[in-house]
């Protein structure tokens, strides 16, 4: 990460990854989606989706902001036609008053270091222009003391309010947030039907998911990709690295 990523996040919570995948690599996601591998988690709909899980933009991301033992937590998408929602703002840490899991959202920063508990990387196949709707978020909200004084219309986008955005992504960026921010998903308003990937990763010592991984479902996995599957657990976990 550059040191202005890092100040991005430290002090909005979220940053939009720009041009991550390739038009060639979203076309080939949209053409299996369209064929209809709607069902399950992406990173078992075949090769494409199952280089996500450590895609070589985005791993050394997770290392910074997570740290070198990071696991694939859980993943699903999103998909969204003209006039759908999904739910309004939550998250955040907050001791799990207003939504938040305590234990599990979190952000901490020490002696120069980012760690973060549950993340996530959107993989965007769709565009998702200002106004379209689809993810917002109250920037620097992972840091908030009163993220329970939110009224309720302003959660469930009811009411507009200036500190709510919604960041506009292009196909083939990547949004990485913290589960530490809040967040939520605004009325789909675009023409398009919007597509969203979410691959949710954990430190390598904690889950918020309680069904792991069966690699047992997966073919071809890279030994990299084993290890960012496996459980979490403490003691000799293996560091998740950037090149074999």
């Given amino acids: 990460m550059t040191g202005e990523e890092k100040f991005q996040v430290d002090l909005e919570g979220y940053l939009v990854i720009k041009n991550v995948l390739t038009d060639d690599e979203v076309a080939e996601m949209n053409a299996i989606i369209d064929s209809g591998d709607r069902q399950g988690p992406p990173s078992l709909w075949g090769e494409p989706f199952k280089r996500l899980i450590d895609h070589p933009k985005i791993l050394p991301y997770l290392i910074d902001l997570l740290g070198p033992h990071v696991r ?3 993943d ?19 001791g799990g008053r207003a939504g938040g899991h305590v234990g599990d959202h979190w952000y901490k920063y020490r002696d120069g270091y980012m760690r973060n508990g549950l993340s996530v990387m959107t993989y965007n196949l769709a565009d998702a222009p200002a106004g379209a709707g689809g993810f917002a978020c109250i920037p620097g909200s992972h840091k908030s003391n009163f993220a329970p004084e939110i009224p309720t219309e302003v959660r469930r986008f009811e009411r507009p309010a ?10 083939g960026d990547v949004l990485f947030f913290t589960e530490a921010l809040i967040h939520g998903t605004m009325p789909w308003t675009a023409d398009h039907e919007r597509r969203s990937l979410l691959y949710k990763y954990s430190p390598g010592h904690s889950a918020w998911s309680e069904n792991y991984y069966d690699i047992s479902k997966y073919s071809g996995l890279t030994e990299q990709q084993k290890r960012m599957l496996m459980p979490p657990s403490i003691g000799r976990r293996p560091r998740v690295i950037e090149s074999e």
């Avoid at 999103?78 to 840490?93: A, I, P, S, T």
């Fill in 72 to 74: 694939l937590d859980h």
């Fill in 162 to 171: 200036h500190y709510v955005v919604q960041p506009p992504v292009e196909a």
């Fill in 76 to 94: 699903y998408s999103l998909f969204m036609e003209k006039g759908q929602g999904r739910g309004g703002l939550h998250g955040g840490e907050d």
